[in-house]
């Protein structure tokens, strides 16, 4: 895997990046003014940074409380699990249609994956399905 060299970003680019982060949407007159910048400039350098990949995508940040959905993250901790059976564990996790992301972790836990549900009850059931299939390889839910 080739290893990508730093790039150093100048000040402007860094309040350009802190501009977006608050608001991928704001626009482009509004960050040239935060920035002490002009339009054409500050839309120049928005564009050198997708182009370099420094900027990857802009994506969107749900309120979900107002669609009625609620957010939850588990941590899982393994019990020195064979390939088939993380694989096993993944394959279920990556087939609910609740989990929006599962992400495999170094650290004290293993895996972190994020649910979006209707109901506490709706979340119980995910994990006590969880419990049920894996309870071989699962030694804590949290």
Known sequence: MKKEKAIKLDELDLKILKSLSENARKPIIDIAQETKSTVRIATYRIKQLLKKKIILGFKIALNYELLGIKFYKTFIYLDNPKKEKIK???DFLAFQK????????LGNWDLEPEFEVYSEQEFDKILNSLKNNFSDIIKKLR
Do not use: G, M, W
């Open 98 to 105: 609740n989990t929006i992301h599962n992400v495999r972790v």
């Open 88 to 90: 096993s564990l993944l």
